[in-house]
């Protein structure tokens, strides 16, 4: 079993930054796939970024790219969301989602291949 726990969410006036934090403990095993994927009120979830183990590349949904940046702590279970020039648009709650594998690229956004979730933290975005 794998647990999965964010932090780091809140409220920032659009343009602001926040970073998420996601830590993965337990069975985590040195092959995974780690995620974040956002629900906004009244929307579906949707992926957002991406890295997989043994993969120098990031992953990103088009409208967080060159603002969003995912990163892994190097020796642990940790990955990071920094979200800069935040917009309304990113209001959302924020999932961090686990793979113990690696996903193929083509399923990376497919959020039902997950096997592990956490609770999710509320980013909110206003002026």
């Known amino acids: 079993q794998v647990q999965v726990s964010e932090s780091g969410g809140g409220w920032v006036k659009t343009g602001g930054s926040l970073r998420l934090s996601c830590a993965a403990s337990?069975?985590?095993?040195?092959?995974?796939?780690m995620a974040w994927f956002r629900q906004a009120p009244g929307k579906e979830r949707e992926f957002v970024s991406a890295?997989?183990?043994?993969?120098?590349?990031?992953y990103y949904r088009d409208s967080v790219k060159g603002r969003f940046t995912i990163s892994k702590e190097y020796a642990g279970n940790t990955v990071y969301l920094q979200m800069n020039s935040l917009k309304p648009e990113d209001t959302a709650v924020y999932y961090c989602?686990?793979?113990?594998?690696?996903?193929?690229?083509?399923?990376?956004?497919?959020?039902?291949?997950?096997?592990?979730w956490g609770q999710g933290t509320q980013v909110t975005v206003s002026s």
């Open positions: 337990g069975r985590t095993g040195n092959s995974y796939t």
């Open positions: 989602a686990v793979h113990n594998s690696r996903i193929i690229l083509s399923a990376l956004r497919d959020g039902e291949l997950y096997n592990y």
């Open positions: 890295l997989r183990s043994g993969d120098g590349n990031k």
